[in-house]
């Protein structure tokens, strides 16, 4: 049975109707709501994954548990469907299972802490925040084993539970839950800053509805979600046709040496509805790049790309969901059977955005992107120091890298930067400072970035030197399979790391790995992969790819691929750069929309000459299949 609602005021909400000022002024006061949730957690978590890089995900949602306002979607409809205990005043609800909640949050590491907002005994609103926890537990420190077998491995999981019952504090709940953790003190702090953050929330919530009235209050979030069904829809009829369109991309491998795990996505509309239909995908994985993907969560992923490319200035919230058909095969990489292991299911989400641009770009190229967003690059470390003062005291990261952003329709994408919102680096000098760490370089990859009329974002060359012994974990992607290129432009750099010892021996280590050893003097060569580029790179300005010459960010020999000829110095030479444009507009052939670079298969015999590595083996099903 469903979540049931416990409320001792049973009235009906009066009718209301709201007006557009208003409605202005409730939608504004939401969305500043949303901000302060983000600055209270960030400036009372603990964890540099949180409090330094922002890897949490708020929401406000209606009384049905429709998000109004958010980032990432809403986690509360497979919650409410899941959950068979009561909500009450006072309660505040902590999960971490994706499989209680349909994967509204999708692997272990981020705890959802869900509040209802009640006033004077009715229902009238919901809170909620998810953050990234540096560990719970499992296997491995950060809790993100590459090489589980099943969830069990993976560290603590919470089924919904009231850590707050009618307004206590469950003390038992958060002993058990963070006795679990390698950093018990981060991990309480981080859980309290994720419930002060909802009730920021609920007082702003109370607020306005204090200011206008309940009924007002309800009216105009209901109209809020009307407003958004209907740019939606209309965006939906404009820019989606009724052929179907199909893309395909691929994960690299699984950190177990099988692979590419493919993603196929067709879409074609249906009236006023866009079906979005996964078949074709590949079947789940036997580790943990699953990626349990909820429905709704896709619903939001494509809303926003829809609105952030058309309509930046629509509010994105529930209130398109019933326009939208996801279909996704039981059984296959993004709906895993449980058990399945989740926790490194980050590649296949950052692939899921590379998906959609593809597949919404088809019908409408002048707003199609390259690949870009990929993956999110992880790097942890942890160990026991040595050094005097601190002696025996653990330490561990967990840091979130980035790689390139794509080439676009209007401009260049940005070099070693995050697609994901609101998302920042965790400052060198703050790694510095807490960690046995020396970062000897943090810098563009020139010519990383795929070519084209506006040039694919550089990758981030990050050079870490430890101080302290301990071992390392490396969770990215793209190592194998490059980002693709649109519309004439070129694919992007792939990504590479390599352990160079402290004697000067070096090995170059697969882009996801537990367990690896770090002594004191070595150090570790992080290397980010760049994103695609977008048109034709013999129509990009020469004068700028001598410029980006001078400053670094594309080679001499690089800036050729454009066309374009500089010296030594980043000079242009005119004339010769007009008689190798012609020259390469004489030889080539037709542009591809898409350029994804050498076939699979070609990528395999270069593998180990390109890589270091030997080329990911076809999974067991792969072989099977007829």
């Not at 509204?104 to 959802?112: E, G, P, R, W």
């Not at 506006?454 to 793209?478: A, C, K, L, P, V």
């Not at 693709?484 to 021996?505: C, F, I, N, Y």
Request: proline letters at 7%.
């Amino acid at each position: 049975m469903p979540a049931r609602i416990i409320e001792s005021n049973t009235a009906p909400l009066p009718a209301a109707s709201v007006d557009p000022v208003t409605l202005d002024i409730i939608e504004n006061a939401l969305r500043n709501a949303r901000v302060e949730m983000d600055a209270t957690l960030f400036r009372t978590a603990l964890s540099p994954g949180i409090r330094e890089q922002g890897d949490a995900f708020p929401l406000i949602a209606d009384r049905q548990g429709r998000m109004v306002v958010g980032q990432f979607g809403s986690f509360l409809d497979g919650f409410l469907r899941q959950y068979q205990g009561t909500i009450e005043e006072g309660d505040v609800i902590l999960l971490n299972d994706p499989y209680s909640c349909e994967g509204a949050i999708s692997h272990l590491n981020d705890q959802l802490v869900i509040v209802p907002i009640f006033r004077e005994g009715r229902l009238m609103a919901w809170a909620a925040m998810f953050g990234h926890m540096t560990d719970i537990g499992g296997k491995v420190p950060g809790s993100l084993p590459t090489d589980a077998g099943s969830i069990f491995e993976e560290g603590l999981r919470l089924p919904p539970v009231k850590l707050y019952r009618r307004g206590e504090l469950q003390a038992d709940i958060l002993t058990i839950a963070a006795t679990q953790s390698r950093m018990p003190e981060w991990y309480k702090a981080d859980l309290h800053a994720l419930v002060a953050s909802c009730r920021v929330a609920a007082r702003r919530v109370g607020e306005i509805c204090e200011r206008f009235g309940d009924a007002v209050f309800d009216a105009a979030v209901n109209e809020l979600l009307a407003r958004n069904r209907r740019a939606m829809k209309q965006l939906i009829v404009s820019a989606i046709g009724e052929a179907p369109v199909s893309f395909e991309d691929y994960v690299c491998d699984d950190g177990q040496g099988a692979g590419p795990f493919k993603i196929k996505c067709t879409m074609w509309r249906e009236g006023e509805k866009v079906v979005l239909d996964f078949a074709g995908t590949d079947p789940q994985s036997s580790s943990s790049i699953n990626f349990l993907l909820n429905e709704n969560m896709f619903k939001m992923f494509f809303g926003i790309y829809m609105i952030m490319v058309f309509d930046p200035q629509i509010l994105f919230n529930d209130g398109f969901y019933d326009l939208v058909d996801v279909r996704i095969p039981e059984g296959s990489l993004l709906k895993p059977k449980y058990p399945a292991a989740l926790s490194c299911r980050t590649h296949a989400l950052g692939r899921i955005f590379d998906v959609l641009g593809a597949l919404l770009g088809q019908k409408t190229p002048e707003f199609m992107c390259a690949a870009g967003f990929s993956s999110s690059p992880h790097l942890m470390f942890s160990g026991t120091r040595t050094s005097e003062g601190q002696a025996g005291d653990w330490f561990q990261l967990f840091q979130i890298g980035f790689g390139g952003i794509p080439g676009r329709p209007f401009g260049d994408g940005p070099d070693g930067h995050s697609l994901w919102p609101g998302f920042t680096n965790v400052p060198n000098e703050f790694l510095e400072r807490y960690f046995p760490m020396v970062i000897e370089r943090y810098e563009t990859v020139a010519d990383s970035g795929g070519a084209g009329k506006f040039r694919g974002g550089n990758g981030i060359h990050m050079t870490y030197r430890f101080t302290e012994g301990g071992h390392i974990s490396i969770h990215d992607d793209r190592w194998f399979i490059p980002p693709w290129g649109v519309g004439g432009g070129q694919p992007a750099q792939r990504s590479w790391k390599t352990l160079e010892r402290s004697d000067g021996t070096q090995t170059s280590l697969p882009a996801k790995c537990d367990r690896v050893e770090v002594r004191p003097g070595d150090q570790l060569h992080f290397v980010t992969w760049g994103a695609g580029g977008w048109g034709d790179p013999l129509e990009r300005d020469a004068a700028r790819v001598a410029l980006e010459v001078r400053r670094g960010l594309v080679s001499a020999q690089g800036a050729r691929r454009y066309g374009v000829v500089v010296t030594g110095a980043g000079e242009l030479q005119a004339a010769a750069t007009e008689a190798l444009r012609a020259q390469v507009r004489a030889s080539r052939g037709p542009l591809p929309v898409f350029d994804r670079g050498p076939e699979i298969e070609t990528l395999r015999e270069r593998c180990l000459a390109e890589t270091g590595l030997p080329a990911p083996r076809q999974p067991v099903w792969a072989k099977a299949a007829p």
